[in-house]
């Protein structure tokens, strides 16, 4: 009986620690709070019932994120919708696009997140985890497998792709 409850301990300290990070991981692919919220809380669930198989192999916060985006693709197969990113009238905080912001702050909201949802998968993931769900530079990479600097140079890069497409849709 004790060591069921050093587990569940373990698990309200791993709820804790990553619950900001799953929920804002699953918040930059839905862009829907209440939705996030729901599926991080079927994350945590699934996290319980398997934490015996996690093997060490990645990062805690990894394979959270692994689990959150499988219960994310089972939900939309169950709710039949082909993106989890929709267009909706809240823009997120372009904050974190830099000094750079205000370009893309006066871009019409709708050309904004269409010009993203047209961006090929792992740029759309990259730009969303950041904008969206403010994630660092180093948890997009870790979440994606790649290097910190290889997020940020996507980020940029798709930035700058961003930038130019509105640029030409003004035009």
């Known amino acids: 009986m004790k060591g069921s409850h050093e587990q569940n301990m373990d698990m309200e ?26 599926l991080m809380q079927e994350t945590f ?22 689990i959150a985006k499988h219960v994310l693709w089972q939900e939309l197969r169950k709710k039949k919708r082909l993106e989890p990113v929709e267009l909706t009238d809240a823009l997120p905080d372009t904050s974190v696009l830099d000094g750079e912001a205000s370009v893309l702050q006066r871009e019409n909201r709708l050309e904004l997140y269409q010009a993203i949802h047209h961006l090929p998968e792992l740029e759309r993931e990259v730009v969303l985890y950041r904008i969206t769900g403010e994630l660092s530079f180093r948890d997009i990479g870790e979440i994606l497998g790649k290097s910190e600097n290889w997020a940020r140079t996507v980020f940029y890069r798709t930035k700058q792709k961003i930038r130019k497409e509105l640029k030409e849709y003004e035009s």
Do not use: P
């Open 13 to 38: 300290s791993i709820y804790r620690t990553y619950e900001n990070l799953v929920y804002r991981f699953l918040y930059a692919r839905t862009c829907d709070s209440e939705w996030a919220q729901e």
């Open 45 to 66: 669930l699934r996290a319980i019932t398997s934490i015996s198989r996690y093997d060490g192999s990645c990062k805690l916060s990894v394979w959270l994120c692994q």
